[in-house]
Every structure is written in C-alpha cells, then in structure tokens.
C-alpha cells in the first residue's frame, strides 16, 4: 500500500483562496478594499500561511492587486479586462462544444435542459446566484464531457473576472446570458449539429464582450478613482519609506554643530 501523503495544508490554502475568491466576485469585498492576510486568517479560523498563498494566486488572476511592504487590495472592475478573460474562456468554450457534442448521451442533455429552467426561472426572479450557478451547471456539461482539462482550467482561472461584471450589470437591472440561447445551444446538442452548437455559443460570447463595451464610460470614471486612491496610497507608502529611513540616519546638521567630545584629561577625542 502506498503510504499516505499529507493534505491538510493544501486543502486550507483552496478553502481560502475559494473564500476570498467568492467574496471578491459576489462584491462582499469591493474593489479598491484593503485585505489583510491577518484579519481574514482570523475570519477564516486559519493561519496566515494558507491566507498568504490564496492572495498570491488571486493576485496571478488579477482579482487582487499588491504593492510589497504596502498594500494588498482588490482590483477595480475593469471592462478591457473583461473582454480580454471573455474572449480566453468562449474561446474554450467553442473548443469544449467542439468535441462535446458528439459525444453527449441523452442525459448529459436533460441536465442541460433542466439547468435551463433554474437559470431562467432565477433570472425573473432577480436572484443572480441561482442565476449564475445554474448557468456554470449548464456549461460546466459541455466542458466535463470534452474531457479537456486544460480548457477546464482556463475557464475556472478566467471566469470569476467576467463574473463580477456579470452581476454588477444584474444588479442595475440588466440580464444574466439569455435562456434564449441556452435553448438554442441545447436544441444543436441535442441534434448533433456540432457547427450549429459552436455557432450559439460563441454569441453567448460575444455578448459578454459587449456587456464590457457598454460598461466602458463608467469603468473609466471608476478606474480614475481607484487610480486615484492607489497614487495616494503609493505617496502614503513612499513617505513611510522615507520616514522610516530618516529615523535611523543621523542628523548630519545637529552633528556639526555638536561640541566635540572632550577626553579624561581635557583633550579633545579624535
């Protein structure tokens, strides 16, 4: 039997990069926030070790943003951002849909079908989790039967970035991806029609990239108040810096203007 490897510190380094993920996408933690690795190792019941590597890897994701010896905070919802994470993950999507669809069986359709009706019945709803879940779920069919696991990661690293614009634009009253084309996709699946499924999905696609392009005038105004608030932070950091290295230099000045330091015996000490 082989021996048992540890696991423990993995899993609390997923559990709190799914953690603070989550909270970052759903908007509990809005952009331009501070995180501290202390305060939510302390929320989160963990050490800080774990903490620190799932801030690594948000910031590789571009979820968080970080300034060594500074700062670690959310990044601003940022529409090129956006398109470029819609064009990468419907670019694995069309590749999953490709080789998926030979290889439905009847099922894998029902549950496409059956993830249909949650998405559309929360989208009336107005609940954007059910929404949104429901709408992994169906996707999340196309991707698990292509059996590629490097489109399946592209597509969990990139997808959270597309989500916070998803349900910031839901939030204001807008639509989740139309049920619509969800049936439209499931109908080619159900068909075989491979050129028909790829065809439905790259649209999904792409109105996720216009949902960026319509979300640009206010996305510049909000990446100038961030940009605003990380030039003033940098400043606060840089004269901490500055600070910090004068308090352990000494004053040339008040050393010049010093008495020497007279020796036993009255003379001077050189």
Not at 87 to 100: D, I, Q, Y
Not at 121 to 139: M, N
Not at 167 to 188: D, V
Not at 190 to 203: H, I, S
Request: glycine residues 8%; proline residues 4%; aromatic residues 4%.
């Amino acid at each position: 039997m082989e021996p048992i490897r540890p696991v423990g510190r993995t899993l609390l380094r997923d559990q709190a990069y799914l953690a603070i993920r989550d909270a970052i996408v759903t908007g509990e933690i809005e952009p331009g926030a501070v995180v501290r690795d202390a305060e939510f190792a302390e929320l989160l019941g963990l050490s800080r070790a774990p903490v620190r590597e799932a801030f690594s890897r948000l910031v590789d994701e571009g979820l968080l943003e970080s300034k060594p010896q500074s700062y670690t905070r959310v990044t601003a919802v940022v529409a090129a951002d956006v398109r470029d994470a819609a064009a990468v993950v419907g670019a694995m999507h069309e590749l999953a849909t490709r080789v998926a669809v030979p290889r439905l069986f009847a099922a894998d359709v029902e549950t496409m079908r059956s993830a249909n009706g949650r998405f559309a019945a929360a989208v009336r709803a107005g609940d954007v989790d059910a929404a949104l879940v429901a709408d992994d779920e169906l996707h999340d069919v196309l991707v698990r039967v292509s059996g590629n696991r490097a489109a399946a990661a592209t597509v969990a690293r990139y997808t959270p970035l597309i989500r916070r614009l998803e349900r910031r634009r839901f939030g204001e009253g807008g639509n989740c991806r139309s049920a619509g084309l969800h049936e439209q996709l499931i109908e080619a699946c159900a068909a075989g029609d491979v050129d028909e499924a790829v065809r439905v999905t790259a649209e999904i696609w792409r109105g996720l990239a216009a949902l960026a392009d319509g979300s640009d005038a206010e996305g510049r105004v909000a990446d100038e108040r961030v940009a605003a608030g990380r030039d003033a932070d940098e400043r606060d950091a840089d004269e901490r810096d500055a600070d910090e290295r004068d308090a352990g230099e000494p004053d040339v000045a008040a050393l010049a203007d010093a008495p020497e330091a007279v020796a036993p015996g009255g003379r001077a000490d050189h």
